[in-house]
């Protein structure tokens, strides 16, 4: 019996192996393809609309109290801030054992007043919060800060949200600060703590009450005479 004897010729052998190479280049451009067009995670999607409806709200006040660490001292104090645009008072009742200190001013302006004591006026309220507690809350990204929104400058070097997109980690400014206990008012979810690290000075606000729309009363506009 004659047998058949089939023998792959060489060149068919190169297309063959030609074809593989091709079909695996055509299944990795594929692949990386779908990583490229991945779509963004839900919380990313979610934080966009609502950091929107935050930076829209400019009037508010909120109550609540804030502790602090630095290497010259610790201490405690409640807060009231009143914000109505760039207007804004905040009064701290008890630190260091005293009565009420209060600092409001607006963008050209601040002056920190207490009871017996003639005002100290500084062109900003960081620098009057140097002097009231050795270190500066940097008052202006606090603005931000306290609804759960970077402030619009210095540039912001990292963000995590939640599952439900809220700010959950902040570096902004030197600051690395953590949002939690966030609350729904009216149509605003507002975070009802705030931790905030820089270097070997802490701060933790722990906001009791939220009033949006608060229009501040008996706030300094200019500067006195």
């Known amino acids: 019996m004659d047998i058949l004897m089939l023998h792959c010729h060489p060149s068919a052998s190169s297309r063959l192996s030609a074809l593989a190479r091709l079909a695996l280049t055509g299944l990795l451009t594929l692949t990386i393809s779908a990583c490229a067009t991945r779509q963004p995670a839900p919380e990313t999607?979610?934080?966009?609309?609502?950091?929107?409806?935050?930076?829209?709200?400019?009037?508010w006040q909120l109550d609540g109290k804030m502790g602090y660490r630095s290497p010259g001292q610790n201490g405690s104090a409640f807060i009231r801030w009143q914000q109505q645009d760039d207007a804004f008072s905040l009064v701290l009742t008890g630190p260091f054992g005293s009565g009420a200190t209060r600092i409001e001013g607006n963008?050209?302006?601040?002056?920190?007043?207490?009871?017996?004591?003639?005002?100290?006026?500084?062109?900003?309220?960081?620098?009057?919060t140097q002097w009231l507690f050795g270190w500066e809350l940097p008052v202006n990204q606090m603005v931000e800060w306290v609804k759960g929104v970077p402030a619009p400058e210095p540039a912001h070097q990292q963000m995590h949200f939640n599952l439900a997109g809220q700010l959950e980690q902040l570096a902004q400014n030197g600051w690395q600060l953590d949002f939690d206990r966030f609350q729904q008012v009216d149509q605003w979810v507002l975070p009802g703590r705030i931790r905030g690290k820089h270097g070997?000075?802490?701060?933790?606000?722990?906001?009791?009450?939220?009033l949006p729309d608060h229009a501040v009363q008996?706030?300094?506009?200019?500067?006195?005479?």
């Open 45 to 59: 999607t979610l934080w966009e609309p609502h950091q929107r409806v935050l930076l829209e709200l400019r009037h």
């Open 107 to 128: 963008q050209d302006i601040a002056v920190l007043s207490q009871s017996g004591k003639e005002d100290i006026v500084a062109p900003t309220a960081s620098e009057l």
């Open 218 to 225: 008996g706030q300094s506009q200019t500067r006195p005479e």
């Open 200 to 210: 070997d000075v802490s701060f933790t606000l722990v906001i009791n009450k939220w």
